[in-house]
């Protein structure tokens, strides 16, 4: 059983298709990162699941139950933009979120003290909100989200208004509540976060669902289907050119100023060469490395496949 699944999901605005044919599978206890170009429907697929806009069709199921506001009980949600009303205070805002819940009050005034300590605003219940900066409303969104012992979070973009400290602490704190078995749903924009605390990606793209699975099946699945590139920096690359083109195992050579993008059929025997094609070229090496595998440059090669129809 799927903690989200969604089969031939649409929503069209008018004759506009936002989404279609979206299909999701979301394993339980794992974070699944959700990926796709700015308009690429990843928010309006998120507020669909949600219910928060009627899908045109198509079925969505949380936990293997239709979703219905029932459903909405197992989910916390932390949406990309909030706006608070500044004058309540952050205790008195959290209290209210639990009494949506059904909470009782002793457990609202518990998990309000354990929620901010986690976080990182222990201290400031007895704040207005309005006082906080950015990163803390960003930060008391998560508390909010996690409010009421829900099965699933979903994220948008949660790490918008972090200092790069606040963005290290936010994806340690995701990783946490997943060890502890909640499944996470995160959209965002920056790969690198995604690929330090998610598990299973899906990426949309015009609508559409074009690759979903686990990280690691995925990059195994696209190292089959292309060649490895090695990236060379050297001081006179226009040198090196002319002794890469006579190596039979090199297929492709792309120049982009001291750069050298070499795609090869034998990374190992390059990696065995160049030293001494450096010698003989009287070049200076800048810059070696291996085959890249990163979820950047899987995103990236997706994208343009998908941009010429492939």
């Given at each position: 059983?799927?903690?989200?699944?969604?089969?031939?999901?649409?929503?069209?605005?008018?004759?506009?298709?936002?989404?279609?044919?979206?299909?999701l599978?979301?394993?339980?206890?794992?974070?699944?990162?959700?990926?796709?170009?700015?308009?690429?429907?990843?928010?309006?697929?998120?507020?669909?699941?949600?219910?928060?806009?009627?899908?045109?069709?198509?079925?969505?199921?949380?936990?293997?139950?239709?979703r219905?506001?029932?459903?909405?009980?197992?989910?916390?949600?932390l949406?990309?933009?909030?706006?608070?009303?500044?004058?309540?205070?952050?205790?008195?805002?959290?209290?209210?979120?639990?009494?949506?819940?059904?909470?009782?009050?002793?457990?609202?005034?518990?998990?309000?003290?354990e929620l901010?300590?986690?976080?990182?605003?222990?201290?400031?219940g007895d704040?207005?909100?309005?006082?906080?900066?950015?990163?803390?409303?960003?930060?008391?969104?998560?508390?909010?989200?996690?409010?009421g012992?829900?099965?699933?979070?979903?994220?948008?973009?949660?790490?918008s208004n972090?200092d790069?400290?606040?963005?290290?602490?936010?994806l340690?704190?995701?990783?946490?509540?997943?060890k502890?078995?909640?499944?996470?749903?995160?959209?965002?924009?920056?790969?690198?976060?995604?690929?330090?605390v998610?598990?299973?990606?899906g990426?949309?793209?015009?609508?559409?669902?074009?690759?979903?699975?686990?990280?690691e099946?995925?990059?195994?699945?696209?190292?089959?289907?292309?060649?490895?590139?090695i990236e060379?920096?050297?001081?006179?690359?226009?040198?090196?050119?002319?002794?890469?083109?006579?190596l039979n195992?090199?297929?492709?050579?792309?120049?982009m100023?001291?750069?050298?993008?070499a795609?090869t059929?034998?990374?190992?025997?390059?990696?065995?060469?160049?030293?001494?094609?450096l010698?003989?070229?009287?070049?200076?090496?800048?810059?070696?490395?291996?085959?890249?595998g990163g979820?950047?440059e899987?995103?990236?090669?997706?994208?343009?496949?998908?941009?010429?129809?492939?």
């Amino acid at each position: 059983m799927y903690a989200i699944k969604t089969e031939d999901l649409k929503k069209f605005f008018g004759d506009y298709p936002a989404i279609r044919d979206i299909d999701l599978e979301v394993p339980q206890g794992v974070c699944y990162g959700l990926l796709g170009l700015n308009g690429a429907g990843k928010t309006t697929t998120i507020k669909c699941i949600l219910g928060l806009l009627n899908p045109t069709s198509g079925t969505i199921k949380i936990f293997g139950k239709k979703r219905t506001s029932e459903t909405n009980r197992y989910i916390g949600f932390l949406p990309e933009r909030i706006d608070y009303h500044g004058h309540i205070l952050v205790k008195d805002f959290l209290a209210y979120v639990g009494l949506l819940n059904l909470l009782p009050r002793y457990e609202i005034e518990k998990q309000i003290d354990e929620l901010l300590e986690f976080v990182g605003l222990g201290g400031w219940g007895d704040s207005r909100i309005g006082d906080l900066s950015a990163g803390m409303k960003q930060r008391l969104g998560f508390a909010q989200a996690l409010m009421g012992n829900p099965k699933l979070i979903m994220l948008d973009e949660p790490t918008s208004n972090l200092d790069p400290v606040g963005r290290d602490d936010m994806l340690n704190k995701i990783k946490t509540i997943v060890k502890e078995g909640i499944t996470v749903f995160i959209s965002s924009h920056i790969l690198s976060e995604i690929e330090v605390v998610s598990d299973y990606i899906g990426i949309i793209a015009n609508g559409r669902v074009v690759t979903q699975g686990s990280l690691e099946d995925i990059r195994r699945e696209r190292s089959i289907h292309k060649k490895p590139i090695i990236e060379i920096i050297v001081n006179e690359p226009i040198n090196l050119i002319p002794a890469l083109e006579n190596l039979n195992y090199i297929s492709k050579i792309t120049r982009m100023d001291f750069k050298i993008l070499a795609e090869t059929t034998d990374p190992d025997q390059l990696g065995k060469d160049i030293p001494q094609i450096l010698v003989d070229n009287n070049l200076q090496l800048i810059k070696y490395s291996p085959p890249m595998g990163g979820l950047q440059e899987i995103f990236l090669n997706i994208m343009e496949e998908t941009a010429h129809g492939t």
